[in-house]
Nanobody, 125 residues
Framework: VQLQASGGGLVQAGDSLRLSCAASGRTYVRYVTGWFRQAPGKERELVAAISSGGSTYYADSVKGRFTITRDNAKNTVYLQMNNLKPEDTAIYYC????????????????????WGQGTQVTVSS
């Protein structure tokens, strides 16, 4: 499975971006897909996840601003990010596991097997 993340960029606070994660080699529909981010000097953290059934999970810091969706026909997962803040600055990674993952484990990056290359999001104040 190969994941290709795109859509990052340099924006101002309050702006929006939409990240895309396109998969090849396997369809998404079977397992959860997540977006993690990592800022310099910080640990990688889960931002949002969407299960094969469409259930969604969001970190408290992005609730009400970010929306994760999936287009199964295109094998693509999106992260719509609105009202961006400087603290959202990070490299964003999409990821999916090799096997089904219980929702209690969504936030642990060690349970994921396939990672995209990351896309930089920089939000200026």
């Amino acid at each position: 499975v190969q994941l290709q993340a795109s859509g990052g960029g340099l924006v101002q606070a309050g702006d929006s971006l939409r990240l895309s994660c396109a998969a090849s080699g396997r369809t998404y529909v079977r397992y959860v897909t997540g977006w993690f981010r990592q800022a310099p000097g910080k640990e990688r953290e889960l931002v949002a996840a969407i299960s094969s059934g469409g259930s969604t999970y969001y970190a408290d810091s992005v609730k009400g601003r970010f929306t994760i969706t999936r287009d199964n026909a295109k094998n693509t997962v999106y992260l719509q990010m609105n009202n961006l803040k400087p603290e959202d600055t990070a490299i964003y990674y999409c990821t999916t596991p090799r096997r089904p993952l219980d929702s209690s484990k969504y936030s642990d990056p060690h349970f994921y097997d396939y990672w995209g290359q990351g896309t930089q999001v920089t939000v200026s104040s």
